[in-house]
């Protein structure tokens, strides 16, 4: 069983930075694919960015590339990301989520695909 717990979000401006952390027990970031997701009010869930096992490749959703950098310290089993130039189109709860597998390339970007998640973070961006 992997545990996942997400922090870092708040309030927040446009054009203001964020950088979100998520530590994850039961499990290392050698064996699990990360990734971020997010849902804001009367939306589905989105996908925002992801990290293979060992964290040599990343994924990102269009609308963040530039903006956000997703990042692990495989020692300390913490996934970040890093929120820049936000829009207020970015408000909304982020989740972090494990996917087992044996692949040193896979950057899932379908929640399907995910095994474990966090409890999730609200991101609000005022215009």
């Known amino acids: 069983q992997v545990y996942l717990v997400e922090s870092g979000g708040g309030l927040v401006q446009a054009g203001d930075s964020l950088r979100l952390s998520c530590a994850s027990s039961g499990g290392t970031l050698f064996t699990y694919a990360m990734g971020w997701f997010r849902q804001a009010p009367g939306k589905e869930r989105e996908f925002v960015a992801a990290?293979?096992?060992?964290?040599?490749?990343?994924n990102y959703q269009d609308s963040v590339k530039g903006r956000f950098t997703i990042s692990a310290d495989l020692a300390k089993s913490t996934l970040y990301l890093q929120m820049d130039s936000l829009k207020s189109d970015d408000t909304a709860v982020y989740y972090c989520a494990a996917r087992y597998t044996t692949s040193d390339v896979s950057t899932a970007t379908m929640s399907q695909q995910y095994n474990y998640w966090g409890q999730g973070t609200q991101v609000t961006v005022s215009s």
């Open positions: 990290i293979s096992r060992r964290g040599q490749y990343t």
